[in-house]
């Protein structure tokens, strides 16, 4: 799910819970909480139907391993509703991850006739020998009523060779600075599953289906009518496989830019008054955010706190919908009167949603309270900003005025409270956000 959440060629829409190695309701748990510790609130999570099957002997094992934040704004809704709503709202055809069985697509299949052509394929992890495969064991009915569909199904497993998540593959997770690789780097590295790791229990298999749809190459992919078997490379050296899995992780910076390799960040090139907060802004908040944030400046004119916010705020709302640049549609009720205005450069730069793609309107009714909506696959939020910070906001840029008036000693301090607002104001804590 992590290598999911990377990818900058993988968009999330949903994810479904069923039984597999825990019950539907205890994965539903794991997955909100994971969505919820990155702050991806826009992805909706569903819970399918539990089976007859014995829980394995794992379960204890996996159930013990955290995997994000417990409390959150993940709701629970049906599966099949859930799947429903994905396929409809979607312009373009889907592809259905089963990790474990394919349960919940079946009865997907069995309860709706609805968008089902929107299903472009099926990609499932499992091994080749069914009878033998845990995941075909869970629902062996589901997996024959898929074929009977005439929905592709690709089933990618790795084969005879053992692909193993040990040492030399947590040091290629270390080396990234993506959120997504240091977290299962830290995951690996706890004692209770280090000691599994070191036994040689830890092996790659369902990531291997992410893996497939970012590198195909590295699979040799046998097809007959609209079934397809897709097994990992015998001759290709683990660590290539590694390097592959790590560019995915990597390709959610790499996707940030367009015309820079790397966007720079030595502090080195900037003006004094901005190296000293360049690296632990940067770790703070993360890359995205800082790009945003210099880029606003250098287009907005000046270092300015309401610019500084919009900016904030975009990269708030691509984090809750887990999306990139160019990707959102919003409505801002910021009006074009300075200052309040300002807070529109910000949105511009952070989202790409901007005048000349028009993906931004400014509507004729102005808040008093920087507002913003944003619309996502038909999914709509509005972000607002905190009653308590949009007061301080007002009063920090008034008292110069009345001190100053607007000479260059209001824009040094309007720049200097800037730089507070920038450092200081976590965006994950100045915004309510309500589902509309």
Same mark, same amino acid.
Request: aromatic share 10%; net charge neutral; hydrophobic share 40%.
């Given at each position: 799910?992590?290598?999911?959440?990377?990818?900058?060629?993988?968009?999330?829409?949903?994810?479904?819970?069923?039984?597999?190695?825990?019950?539907?309701?205890?994965?539903?748990?794991?997955?909100?909480? #994971?969505?919820?510790?990155?702050? =991806? /609130?826009? $992805?909706?999570? &569903? *819970?399918?139907?539990?089976?007859? @099957? !014995?829980?394995?002997?794992?379960?204890?094992?996996?159930?013990?391993?955290?995997?994000?934040?417990?409390?959150?704004?993940?709701?629970?809704?049906?599966?099949?509703?859930?799947?429903?709503?994905?396929?409809?709202?979607?312009?373009?055809?889907?592809?259905?991850?089963?990790?474990?069985?394919?349960?919940?697509?079946?009865?997907?299949?069995?309860?709706?006739?609805?968008?089902?052509?929107?299903?472009?394929?099926?990609?499932?992890?499992?091994?080749?020998?069914?009878?033998?495969?845990?995941?075909?064991? #869970?629902?062996?009915?589901?997996? =024959? /009523?898929? $074929?009977?569909? &005439? *929905?592709?199904?690709?089933?990618? @497993? !790795?084969?005879?060779?053992?692909?193993?998540?040990?040492?030399?593959?947590?040091?290629?997770?270390?080396?990234?600075?993506?959120?997504?690789?240091?977290?299962?780097?830290?995951?690996?590295?706890?004692?209770?599953?280090?000691?599994?790791?070191?036994?040689?229990?830890?092996?790659?298999?369902?990531?291997?289906?992410?893996?497939?749809?970012?590198?195909?190459?590295?699979?040799?992919?046998?097809?007959?009518?609209?079934?397809?078997?897709?097994?990992?490379?015998?001759?290709?050296?683990?660590?290539?496989?590694?390097?592959?899995?790590?560019?995915?992780?990597?390709?959610?910076?790499?996707?940030?830019?367009?015309?820079?390799?790397?966007?720079?960040?030595?502090?080195?090139?900037?003006?004094?008054?901005?190296?000293?907060?360049?690296?632990?802004?940067?770790?703070?908040?993360?890359?995205?955010?800082?790009?945003?944030?210099?880029?606003?400046?250098?287009?907005?004119?000046?270092?300015?706190?309401?610019?500084?916010?919009?900016?904030?705020?975009?990269?708030?709302?691509?984090?809750?919908?887990?999306?990139?640049?160019?990707?959102?549609?919003?409505?801002?009720?910021?009006?074009?009167?300075?200052?309040?205005?300002?807070?529109?450069?910000?949105?511009?730069?952070?989202?790409?949603?901007?005048?000349?793609?028009?993906?931004?309107?400014?509507?004729?009714?102005?808040?008093?309270?920087?507002?913003?909506?944003?619309?996502?696959?038909?999914?709509?939020?509005?972000?607002?900003?905190?009653?308590?910070?949009?007061?301080?906001?007002?009063?920090?840029?008034?008292?110069?005025?009345?001190?100053?008036?607007?000479?260059?000693?209001?824009?040094?301090?309007?720049?200097?409270?800037?730089?507070?607002?920038?450092?200081?104001?976590?965006?994950?804590?100045?915004?309510?956000?309500?589902?509309?």
């Amino acid at each position: 799910i992590n290598m999911f959440l990377a990818g900058k060629d993988l968009n999330v829409l949903g994810v479904s819970c069923s039984q597999g190695t825990l019950k539907a309701d205890d994965c539903f748990q794991k997955v909100a909480s #994971l969505l919820n510790f990155y702050h =991806h /609130e826009g $992805i909706p999570a &569903g *819970i399918g139907n539990n089976t007859e @099957s !014995k829980l394995p002997p794992w379960n204890a094992f996996a159930a013990s391993i955290q995997w994000g934040i417990a409390e959150g704004e993940i709701k629970k809704q049906d599966a099949d509703q859930l799947l429903e709503k994905v396929l409809s709202r979607s312009e373009e055809n889907v592809t259905l991850v089963a990790l474990g069985s394919l349960a919940t697509y079946a009865q997907l299949i069995r309860n709706t006739k609805q968008n089902l052509t929107k299903i472009g394929q099926i990609v499932w992890y499992c091994e080749p020998d069914l009878e033998k495969e845990f995941n075909y064991l #869970l629902d062996k009915n589901a997996y =024959h /009523e898929i $074929i009977k569909s &005439g *929905i592709p199904l690709v089933i990618v @497993s !790795k084969g005879k060779r053992e692909l193993h998540a040990d040492e030399n593959y947590s040091r290629y997770l270390q080396s990234s600075k993506v959120v997504y690789a240091k977290r299962i780097y830290k995951t690996l590295n706890e004692k209770h599953i280090l000691e599994k790791t070191l036994q040689g229990h830890s092996q790659l298999w369902d990531d291997l289906v992410p893996l497939y749809l970012s590198h195909p190459d590295l699979f040799k992919t046998t097809k007959k009518d609209r079934f397809a078997n897709a097994i990992l490379k015998q001759d290709v050296p683990d660590d290539a496989i590694y390097v592959d899995i790590l560019q995915i992780f990597n390709s959610k910076i790499d996707a940030m830019n367009r015309v820079f390799e790397s966007f720079p960040i030595q502090p080195s090139i900037y003006k004094k008054d901005y190296a000293g907060i360049v690296q632990s802004t940067v770790d703070h908040y993360g890359l995205a955010e800082w790009k945003s944030i210099v880029l606003t400046n250098e287009v907005h004119g000046h270092t300015g706190i309401y610019s500084i916010i919009g900016a904030k705020a975009g990269i708030r709302a691509c984090e809750y919908f887990n999306v990139g640049v160019n990707k959102l549609s919003a409505v801002s009720y910021a009006g074009s009167k300075p200052p309040l205005s300002c807070f529109n450069d910000g949105i511009q730069i952070s989202t790409g949603a901007t005048i000349g793609q028009g993906l931004i309107k400014v509507a004729d009714e102005v808040k008093p309270v920087p507002t913003i909506d944003f619309d996502y696959n038909g999914k709509k939020i509005r972000l607002i900003l905190k009653k308590d910070v949009a007061e301080r906001m007002q009063s920090d840029i008034k008292a110069p005025i009345q001190r100053f008036g607007f000479s260059t000693e209001y824009w040094n301090t309007i720049e200097n409270l800037a730089k507070v607002y920038w450092t200081d104001f976590n965006r994950h804590d100045i915004f309510d956000i309500i589902t509309l």
